[in-house]
């Protein structure tokens, strides 16, 4: 027989979560405090430990694919805490989430109360599984739990007062905005160039606008809006991801790396604890070409130089292609930006790349990051205001970033 979990000691840990998360202000709300510590989140992650159960900033993975990617999970207690406030739920609400393994279904639950609704999906019939046993046993059976494609929504049950996406998409689906209510928050886990935010929405009419940002990271979705960024390697060892696909043909930058290198320093520097956050997102809504460098830990070689082997913003125009990296400042208490550039153009490439991140220092350092908002495929140019449109398969997204 085996032995029942420590209750007194899971009440502890989830208390002393709970506390963790109010100190560091991703919890603000009583109420969502009050639901973080009444629920018994451990019961979904037998196979886990208490102490894994109830770490405040690592998730539980709840299932590997063949290669071990991750397929699936009970998000980290700080990211639910952060996307349960982002969606503002009240009481009464009519809800639906999009990826589940039971707690964060049970969160919502509670929030909406006994004249809410909620309903929870996921692709995966072990997720479904898992959560339907989980509410079960803590008694949320009252909880829809549905096996389904959330590309295509739960027209059913809409219109929603707010949908709490839970896995990481590439796009919007357009049945998460036609079954929203006006008004109705939506908060997705979006990936705009190879970066992921965990975005609140509030539709207007027939489009979103964002009112909050958070970096974060999910499993990917799976189903009919799956999507997978596409790889362009560069020999060396060295390759390059378009989240949107490259924006060249291959062949112009099949000996790039041949070329000399020049190197540009910004004068921007930045502290070690500073959020660079919005210079990456500047990188990749502004920058021409934007993708990410990175470079196969086995490789030796010395062509490139990035700070971080495994993720770098980079760009391509052309048959040119340009990296950023950081040194530190001689009194070692921060770092400054810099470009390497290759090509025939290189030097200049360098230069504007450079410039770009001299405009984030000068204008949007400290800021709130851009405004986006989400538009219809076919919303004609006229009518979408912005800096930069990005154009996805469902969606075109604005982005406007407004001075600090």
């Known amino acids: 027989m085996t032995e029942l979990p420590d209750e007194n000691r899971a009440t502890e840990l989830r208390n002393k979560v709970v506390d963790q998360l109010a100190e560091d202000g991703t919890i603000a709300s ?13 019961l979904a992650v037998p196979e886990a430990s208490l102490d894994e159960a109830y770490s405040t900033y690592d998730p539980v993975i709840t299932k590997r694919s063949e290669n071990g990617t991750h397929m699936s999970s009970v998000s980290a ?25 039971g707690p964060n279904a049970a969160y919502i639950a509670e929030l909406v109360g006994d004249s809410g609704q909620v309903t929870t999906v996921d692709i995966d019939a072990d997720a479904v599984a ?11 059976s009252h909880v829809r739990v549905l096996t389904a ?8 049950h809409a219109p929603y007062d707010a949908i709490v996406v839970t896995i990481g998409a590439w796009d919007i689906a357009p049945a998460w905005r036609d079954q929203l209510s006006e008004g109705g928050r939506l908060v997705v886990p979006l990936r705009i160039r190879s970066l992921t935010r965990a975005y609140g929405f509030v539709r207007q009419g027939d489009h979103l606008v964002s009112s909050s940002a958070h970096v974060c990271g999910f499993v990917p979705m799976q189903g009919e809006d799956a999507h997978d960024e596409q790889q362009l390697p560069l020999g060396d060892g060295v390759s390059l991801r378009f989240d949107d696909g490259p924006t060249v043909a291959p062949s112009p930058l099949d000996e790039v790396l041949r070329t000399a290198r020049a190197e ?10 500073e959020n660079i956050g919005t210079l990456q997102m500047y990188l990749a809504t502004m920058a021409p070409g ?10 030796n070689t010395t062509v490139v130089e990035p700070s971080n082997r495994g993720f770098s ?4 125009h052309g048959p040119n292609f340009a990296y950023v990296l950081v040194r530190r400042t001689p009194d070692e208490k921060n770092v400054e930006y810099g470009v390497h550039a290759f090509g025939p153009d290189g030097a200049s490439f360098a230069d504007e790349i450079a410039d770009c ?19 219809p495929a076919d919303t004609p140019d006229d009518q979408i205001p912005g800096d930069r449109v990005i154009d996805k398969k469902h969606s075109r997204i604005s982005v406007t970033w407004s001075a600090a």
């Open 264 to 273: 540009t320093w910004t004068g921007v520097t930045v502290g070690r604890t």
């Open 77 to 101: 207690p700080q990211v639910q805490a952060m996307q349960l406030e982002q969606a503002d739920i009240r009481p009464g609400d009519n809800v639906v989430e999009y990826g589940t393994n």
């Open 149 to 156: 494609d959330a590309s295509g929504g739960v027209p059913e």
């Open 290 to 299: 934007f993708c990410i460098m990175s470079v196969d830990p086995d490789s």
């Open 130 to 140: 898992r959560a339907t046993r989980f509410l079960a046993e803590t008694g949320y």
């Open 30 to 42: 009583p109420r969502v405090d009050a639901a973080m510590r009444k629920v018994p989140r451990h």
């Open 313 to 316: 913003p980079a760009a391509v």
């Open 357 to 375: 991140i001299r405009a984030w220092g000068k204008e949007h350092r400290g800021g709130p990051g851009p405004r986006i908002a989400i538009y």
